[in-house]
């Protein structure tokens, strides 16, 4: 099975814009999870999205978005970007009963 | 929520020592404590993991260990190679909820 894909893999935004990241889970995983990892504060959770719906929310402001479609591909959005924003960004595909994640390799995002 | 603390934060043993990472978590909910492996570059690999029901769980040279009383589990990796040189982090999910400890960054000496 191909493993977790996420595109693209580094982006450079000014700080004001906005940026849509893209996730294609492992074949038949249904739930999908982003994660923020910073030097600073470690992996963060973001949000976890199970067949097209958030099921889960971590700390973040509403600029931060996400959502899931029917094939279970999901996108994450930050709007209004910041310089705090930089950090590379992870998603994690589950489909197992135990909640096992597999991440992808990850978007470095740097904010400008 | 969940709080997993791991330490210690950074680990220098010299090749072929082992070498020992614990983690504590709050949530006595909590039933899966997985592992990861990051290389730098690379997202976190799942290396191995325990569900509460074991106590102990080994593969070839990493093992797992349980505590459920005192909310505890830990990494150990013997016989360690410059290839285990990685940030490691624990994690603790009980309901849907996964949360990882800081990551200690392990240093492998040839």
């Known amino acids: 099975k191909a493993g977790v894909t996420q595109t693209p893999r580094y982006l450079i935004k000014t700080r004001g814009q906005q940026v849509t990241l893209s996730c294609s889970p492992i074949s038949g995983h249904r739930s999908v999870s982003w994660y923020q990892q910073t030097p600073g504060q470690g992996l963060q959770f973001l949000f976890e999205y199970f067949s097209e719906t958030q099921r889960n929310k971590g700390n973040f402001p509403g600029r931060f978005s996400g959502r899931q479609f029917s094939n279970s591909r999901s996108e994450m959005n930050v709007s209004t970007l910041e310089l705090g924003d930089s950090a590379l960004y992870l998603c994690a595909s589950s489909g197992g009963p135990y909640y096992e994640q597999y991440f992808g390799p990850g978007t470095r995002l740097t904010v400008t | 929520g969940e709080n997993v603390e791991q330490h210690p934060s950074t680990l220098s043993v010299q090749e072929g020592d082992s070498a020992v990472i614990k983690c504590t978590y709050s949530d006595s909910a909590s039933n899966y404590f997985p592992w990861y492996k990051q290389e730098l570059g690379k997202g976190p690999q799942l290396i191995i993991d325990?569900?509460?029901?074991?106590g102990e769980k080994k593969d070839q040279r990493i093992a797992v260990t349980l505590n459920k009383t005192a909310k505890h589990f830990s990494l150990h990796i013997t016989e360690t190679q410059p290839e285990d040189s990685a940030v490691y982090f624990c994690a603790a999910s009980g309901d849907n909820d996964m949360r990882f400890g800081a990551g200690t960054r392990l240093t492998v000496k040839p």
């Open positions: 325990i569900r509460s029901n074991v």
